[in-house]
């Protein structure tokens, strides 16, 4: 299984931006397509956008989309969530998410074998 670390989470005042970054460890990324997911209290966790192994097709939810774009470096390993005119509905845990030796985009839970720790997006009104 590959390794996944995030960064970028913080407090923002609503309508900033943040950029979430997922680090991950081994040789098989660029095989795998990846997620981004949140989970807000008291609510499941949900995909909040997806990417391919290529980077050539991706998936941003209805709430986020014109908003949010996911992104990703094979060369570093990395998988970007660019998060702009935030709003205190994106108060989360984002977590990233990979499926392993598995290319196609996809965006439930279970279709994803690795998971980071999460990091904590917080959004001041």
């Known amino acids: 299984q590959v390794q996944l670390v995030e960064s970028g989470g913080g407090l923002v005042q609503a309508g900033g931006s943040l950029r979430l970054s997922c680090a991950a460890s081994?040789?098989?990324?660029?095989?795998?397509?990846m997620g981004w997911f949140r989970q807000a209290p008291g609510k499941e966790r949900e995909c909040v956008a997806a990417?391919?192994?290529?980077?050539?097709?991706?998936y941003h939810a209805d709430s986020v989309k014109g908003r949010f774009t996911i992104s990703r470096d094979n060369a570093k390993n990395t998988v970007y969530l660019q998060m702009n005119m935030l709003q205190p509905e994106d108060t989360a845990v984002y977590y990233c998410?990979?499926?392993?030796?598995?290319?196609?985009?996809?965006?439930?839970?279970?279709?994803?074998?690795?998971w980071g720790q999460g990091t904590q997006v917080t959004v001041s009104s």
């Open positions: 081994g040789r098989t990324f660029s095989s795998a397509a």
């Open positions: 998410a990979a499926r392993g030796l598995r290319p196609s985009l996809a965006t439930t839970e279970r279709d994803f074998g690795s």
């Open positions: 990417i391919s192994a290529s980077g050539i097709s991706t």
